[in-house]
T-cell receptor, first 115, second 114 residues
Framework: GENVEQHPSTLSVQEGDSAVIKCTYSDSASNYFPWYKQELGKRPQLIIDIRSNVGEKKDQRIAVTLNKTAKHFSLHITETQPEDSAVYFCAPGRGGSNSGYALNFGKGTSLLVTP | NAGVTQTPKFRVLKTGQSMTLLCAQDMNHEYMYWYRQDPGMGLRLIHYSVGEGTTAKGEVPDGYNVSRLKKQNFLLGLESAAPSQTSVYFC?????????????FGPGTRLTVL
């Protein structure tokens, strides 16, 4: 099956700094690349996603960049705030309605933003 | 809209007991999913459904069964619970196909098997 790895597993930054989390995957058929944020005790929530025909997408302080050749994509958070503290998951998925567009979650990166 | 809801929120079972977790969505989504989340393991797909009356196995299906008799509901059953099934269970739904692949999660069910 798909092998998904996230780095780093933990990340601590000061408020206002940038944070970058990298996700590598093994399935070359993956064509959908979302990032989820999960606060302690809460459900995962989609924060940004990108499709395989796009190299970069930005939404205010959050951006995702994709390198399909190297099979990795990254989450970039600028001007971090304490409320960005959470666990972030990448979850690359492959197409095909029969597969239910199933996602393969990484093990998560715990981000701590200190004031 | 309530979005995705799960029942119950918490449950404690003894080994060998059975139970059913209920997931409901009011967004008219075609696809529904059951995941389990264990510490340090991320989310792992148990079963999924691409439409009413259809189900398929995910990454970790052993020990679980599912049914999707109505489009808005997706049930996860444990026939004979084992301590290894202690976990937090999340249900998710997705519009599917061209309408979007984003998955929306329920609040989770925390299950403990003694």
């Amino acid at each position: 099956g798909e092998n998904v790895e996230q780095h780093p597993s933990t990340l601590s930054v000061q408020e206002g700094d940038s944070a970058v989390i990298k996700c590598t995957y093994s399935d070359s058929a993956s064509n959908y690349f979302p990032w989820y944020k999960q606060e302690l005790g809460k459900r995962p929530q989609l924060i940004i996603d990108i499709r395989s025909n796009v190299g970069e997408k930005k939404d205010q302080r959050i951006a995702v960049t994709l390198n399909k050749t190297a099979k990795h994509f990254s989450l970039h958070i600028t001007e971090t705030q304490p409320e960005d503290s959470a666990v972030y998951f990448c979850a690359p998925g492959r197409g095909g309605s029969n597969s239910g567009y199933a996602l393969n979650f990484g093990k998560g990166t715990s981000l701590l933003v200190t004031p | 809209n309530a979005g995705v809801t799960q029942t119950p929120k918490f449950r404690v079972l003894k080994t060998g007991q059975s139970m059913t977790l209920l997931c409901a969505q009011d967004m008219n989504h075609e696809y529904m999913y059951w995941y389990r989340q264990d510490p340090g393991m991320g989310l792992r797909l148990i079963h999924y459904s691409v439409g009413e009356g259809t189900t398929a196995k995910g990454e970790v299906p052993d020990g679980y069964n599912v049914s999707r008799l109505k489009k808005q509901n997706f049930l996860l059953g444990l026939e004979s619970a084992a301590p290894s099934q202690t976990s937090v269970y999340f249900c998710a739904s997705s519009p599917g196909d061209s309408r979007g692949r984003s998955q929306y999660f329920g609040p989770g069910t925390r299950l403990t098997v003694l």
